[in-house]
């Protein structure tokens, strides 16, 4: 998967988080099967701290669709950890069509939920109580 400038929604610490995304499933694509697992571990821990970023926006700024949007990080999580659990005990070929699946599923929700909070912020201001992580910090903490 390719970083596209379309995914850039003008928000320097939700971009940085994506940036990072897009470079670990990258890495998912390509890596030997002996790596695999590891990666897929990082990218799960990774996913975690990038929506309770966005959750932690959400609350404090009150954006309007946070139901729809953290439930459609509710389904991805369990997707992803229910996938994570069926490699660990062996089933690649489905560790690596999730890989294939979620450039998909990104391109859309960042299109959508993610470009329409990254709007709200925008016009509204960060909220106080949930400052922006510095780019670069929300992976290092992940991983
Ligand atoms: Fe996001
Ligand atoms: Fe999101």
Redesign the pocket.
């Given at each position: 998967m390719e970083w596209k400038e379309d995914f850039e929604l003008g928000l320097a610490p939700?971009d940085g988080?994506?940036r990072e995304f897009v470079a670990m499933l990258s890495e998912l694509e390509s890596c030997p099967d002996g790596e695999f697992v590891g990666l897929l571990e990082r990218l799960a821990a990774h996913t975690v701290a990038?929506f309770d970023q966005?959750s932690a926006w959400m609350h404090a700024s009150g954006f309007p669709p946070i139901r729809c949007h953290m439930g459609e990080h509710e389904r991805v999580l369990k997707v992803i950890s229910e996938v994570l659990a069926r490699v660990r005990s062996g089933d690649l070929e489905l560790g690596r069509r999730l890989v294939a699946e979620l450039p998909h599923w990104f391109e859309h929700?960042?299109a959508t939920m993610?470009c329409a909070l990254a709007a709200y912020i925008r016009s509204t201001g960060y909220p106080a109580q949930a400052a922006p992580v510095p780019q670069g910090q929300s992976a290092a903490a992940a991983r």
């Open positions: 939700m988080t994506h990038h966005e929700h960042a993610d």
